[in-house]
């Protein structure tokens, strides 16, 4: 396998961010669910992205085997 600096940087912060929780699965949980609720605004939700809010095409842009 290649080194990968990337992958190697996060697990370096990931070990980090353990050692700051002890750890402890517990606390390491905790951690990251507060951290999922400060940054809530910035996380997508299931099921709904940005092209789902997105308006259609008029009809006549559409394919001419796609209108009805």
Known sequence: MQPDPTLDHVR?????????????????????????????????EPGKDKQSQATPAPAEHWPAGDRQ
């Open 12 to 44: 370096e912060v990931r070990h980090r961010i353990s050692q700051q929780c002890a750890h402890d699965p517990k606390k390491l949980v905790e951690y990251y669910i507060q951290l999922q609720a400060q940054y809530a605004d910035r996380l997508l």
